[in-house]
């Protein structure tokens, strides 16, 4: 019996990365990558399995670092668990997700994090790390940032300026925890909206009766988006330029403070979500009857008169948006979305799309607002190193995790709720139809999806331990 690892060769493909795309065989040992060699040179190897990559892209394993598998939110709990989740991930070309563990005030961190690790342990499959919300900034937990950033490979730490009464935290509680992740390096990401303005907005609205989806937008201005993210950067600032890093970013206002931040040095970085490049407030949030529940999340989508799509994607040409996340926070219209019907502000906030982020931003290279090489970076490679996951994930190099996906440029993808595989009754991007499609995927070497048959298991995913974001300036 051989006790040599199971060789994989990938050949035939054009190996995308961050410099360039190139025809190359990949060599797999086991679970990593063992070498990147000339088309052909491969055939030199006695191998246990052959994978025909031609006519594909063979890209690093995206890498989606913000996911919310069955969060508790807004009275109910998100419709994807890690098992269909993770499932879905591996469907769209995802091989790594970072979900966020969650904290609220009372609650110990440390128990916090266990509860997550114990919904995640056995039912993922694909790898998974998860950041920490903190949702009450006390002494405790300001110890706690120390032993996560030490010890349990958790190197990042959510906060909200909005959403007082559940995750809001205010400036000296923002300050504070900017300066503990200032002293054991890790970063701050900021749900970046001020939420007081907007709880106010509110109430003006319900009480004139304006109780539909699209107030939900309207109620969360992109000024008060631009003020919150302005905010953000001052105290990481104070704080001894904390990494901070912008989550959802949806406004132009707030991408320019980011632009301005990063253009005096800072370490200010950001992302944004497909949603953002592709809906709109009128076409959307607006949509008649209740419809527009299905894209009520926060940040809301904007006005499309306001041009904000066209500045998101110059913004990840530019790298002042440096990733694309999809913020995966689904909900069923049924039972869940309805139970807003009639206010607006007790829609559960939040979508499904961890399914189509490769997809949906392939679309921009094929439309010419971004280039291959960028599609690789903000959908693999820059969230690995911003999350201290570089070069285990991220990257198709010798070493590396064999997170490997195979990506036909050719292929139409037409997005459903009747056909894809998120548990969620209805698609944000219903009827899209793009062009590429995933054909295979490879996690840790295993295939785990080939030509629309999914191979995957759950429990095949493994935690990772993060470390310091390896993005810094
Ligand atoms: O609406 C959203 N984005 N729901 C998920 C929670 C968050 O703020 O990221
Ligand atoms: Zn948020
Ligand atoms: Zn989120």
Redesign the pocket.
């Known amino acids: 019996m051989s006790l040599s690892p199971r060789r994989t060769l990938v050949t035939g493909g054009t190996v995308v990365s961050t410099t360039g795309a190139t025809a190359m065989d990949v060599l797999v040992e086991g679970e990593r990558i063992a070498a990147l060699l000339a088309p052909g040179a491969g055939a030199g190897f006695t191998v246990d399995t052959t994978i025909d990559a031609s006519g594909t892209y063979v890209l690093p394993g995206g890498v989606d670092v913000h996911t ?1 598998m069955q ?1 508790p ?1 807004g009275g109910t709990e998100a419709s994807d668990t890690f098992e269909t989740g993770t499932r879905a991930a591996v469907w769209g070309g995802t091989t790594t997700i970072v979900d966020f563990a969650v904290q609220r005030t009372g609650e110990v961190v440390q128990e916090s994090l266990a509860a997550w690790h114990e919904k995640a342990a056995g039912n993922c499959a694909v790898d998974y790390g998860f950041h920490m919300i903190l949702g009450g900034v006390d002494d405790e937990a300001l110890k706690a940032m120390d032993h996560l950033a030490e010890h349990e490979g958790i190197s990042s730490f959510k906060l ?1 300026m909005a959403y007082k009464g559940v995750f809001l935290s205010d400036d000296g509680q923002i300050l504070r925890a900017m300066q503990q992740a200032s002293s054991n390096g890790s970063t701050i990401m900021m ?1 970046a909206e001020n939420g007081s303005a907007i709880d106010v907005l509110v109430s003006q609205a319900l009480a004139r009766g304006d109780v539909d989806p699209v107030h939900h937008g309207l109620t969360r201005p992109a000024a008060l988006e631009g003020e919150a993210t302005n905010r953000a950067i001052a105290l990481a600032e104070v704080a001894g330029d904390t990494p901070l890093y912008i ?2 970013v949806s406004a132009s206002q707030a991408l320019e403070r980011i632009a301005e931040a990063r253009s005096r040095g800072r370490n200010v970085f950001a992302e944004t979500c497909p949603q953002y490049l592709y809906l709109t407030l009128e076409d959307h949030l607006a949509a008649p009857g209740f419809d527009g529940a299905k894209y009520v ?2 940040t809301p989508l904007r006005s499309k008169h306001e041009n904000h799509a066209r500045d998101l994607w110059k913004g990840l040409r530019t790298d002042d948006l440096a990733v694309v996340s999809t ?1 995966h ?1 689904p909900f069923c219209l049924k039972d869940q979305k309805e139970l807003g019907r009639g206010n607006f502000a007790m829609i559960p ?2 979508v499904g799309g961890v399914e189509h982020r490769l997809d949906l931003v392939h679309q921009g290279v094929v439309d010419g607002q971004l280039s291959l090489q960028r599609w690789v970076e903000t959908c693999a490679t820059t969230p690995a190193r911003m999350f201290g996951m570089y070069p285990q994930k991220g990257v198709i190099a010798p070493g590396s995790d064999a997170d490997i996906v195979l990506y036909d440029p050719v292929a139409t993808t037409r997005i459903s709720a009747a056909t894809h595989h998120m548990a969620v009754d209805y698609s944000a991007f219903e009827g899209f139809e793009l062009t590429g499609g995933v054909r295979t995927v490879l996690s840790r070497g295993t295939v785990v999806l080939d030509r629309g048959v999914y191979t995957g298991r759950p429990g095949h995913g493994r935690f990772v331990r993060r470390g310091p974001s390896q993005y810094l300036r």
């Open positions: 919310h969060l939110f909200f749900h989550v959802h999340f926060s913020d926070c906030n939040g």
